[in-house]
């Protein structure tokens, strides 16, 4: 799907969706008309323009119609509804704010739930249109590719799946280098490229042949800019680089990165201290200040020892730092290098509430505060456990580019306490890795409540 059909697309969405909204809200006015009096007129107004400024505002916030979201049917089916949850949440407590007790119930969740429906059939629909991408939608012209390769032949077979609405012309190449037959014909050999498509009306030319293997390319590439074409090099760069990465850009000159970090950019990097700070500070201000106090008497009601567990854990970039926590266990020689097992004997009666609770872990909110965690990030190791896991598991030092948090991606995703396979920190690092290339300030929020709701319920591994 090409980038003009996806402007359309999350254009018509956008649309779709806010008019959708507004015929939910009039056919709940028509249903309830009678029942309201005309004294109330001016609150349903100002109703009326929250539920739109709420939905506009939130769909800006989580993206719901970002090009990329909507790459995928998946994933724009969850986005709708996360996004739906927290505009009924924030209705909810405009509702309460502002005291609008006079609103008709009955009308508020009519509007409300015809507004799911709605959101559901255009989704649906969505996916009608996604998969028929009819012609008048989705035009492309035909396609030459330069190079018989493996590349090339990838290549086809991503143009293929990406189902786009256009016409794969073959191949032009040079004889002596085509060994085999090709699904796509070879119509001629590189030097005919531009007039073979002005012949059949082609639209974009890939080449993946680069300019140092074929200096004809230089006078094909302004040839078909000539000519109303376009060119577009595909690099293979498989003998460097396996798999995904990133390019930006120093004015003219391309860096080529093994991944894309959103936290390498200044502003996303505010954003996430100030969220840490204003969580941190919450926490000690409004519970570590009577928690502290009411947890160290029990501790220390139960065993000699300090009242926190202070010990060096790896952090971002590989630095050290102090980890604090409420002690749990009794004082022990083994607390640098093994981790606490299911019915530890060293875990206190205090010390397993604590852990099951995941209350043991509230004195790091003082480690975010001060900068050396986050709120949320891959969890700290400490040192003995980083050196043995990094020879075992590859990639493993990445998931310290980011500073380490109190909860993670891998954490609410099952992986957390004790590692007895390789497998579980191989998955892990995976998990950690995920987060650091798609974070997003939505994705911390989601992370944290789904920690809380953890929590709540409770988890198998929290011993």
Known sequence: MNKHSLTIIRTVLATVDIVTLNIAYSLSWLFFDQNIPNEYNSDYLEFFFALNIAWVLLGSVTKIYR??????????????????????????????????????????????????????INRFAYLIMKKTQGKWFNQEGQILIIGYNDTSKKLIQYLEQDSINAEILGFTENPERVNELSHYPIIGDISSTIELSKQ????????????????????????????CIRFKIVPDLSMFVKGRFHVSYYNDIPILTMRGESLDQLNNRIK???????????AIVFILSWLLPLISILILLESRGPIFFSQLRTGKNGKM????????????????SKQATKNDSRVTRIGRFLRRSSLDEFPQFFNVFVGDMSIVGPRPHMLQHTNDYSKIVDQYMVR??????????????????????????????????WYMENWSLILDLKIIFLTFYNIIRGEEKAY
């Open 67 to 120: 090009k990329t979201t909507l790459l995928s049917f998946e994933y724009t089916l969850r986005n709708t509804a996360f996004t739906y949850l927290v505009w009924f949440a924030t209705l909810n407590t405009y509702l309460l704010f502002f005291r609008e007790t006079h609103l008709s119930r009955l009308f508020i969740g009519s509007t409300i739930t015809l507004f799911a429906v709605g959101l559901v």
């Open 321 to 336: 730092f102090r980890c604090l926590k409420f002690r749990s266990m009794r004082v022990n020689k083994d607390s640098d």
């Open 272 to 282: 996430k201290r100030i969220l840490d700070i204003a969580v941190s500070l919450t």
């Open 200 to 227: 059949n009306n082609v639209d974009r030319i890939y080449s993946t042949i680069t300019p140092e293997q074929e200096p004809l390319l230089y006078n094909l590439m302004r040839e078909a800019e000539n000519e």
């Open 400 to 433: 310290h580019f980011l500073k380490p948090g109190i909860t993670g991606w891998a954490q609410v995703n099952g992986y957390r306490g004790e590692i007895t396979e390789p497998v579980h920190i191989r998955n892990r690092v995976e998990y950690d890795i």
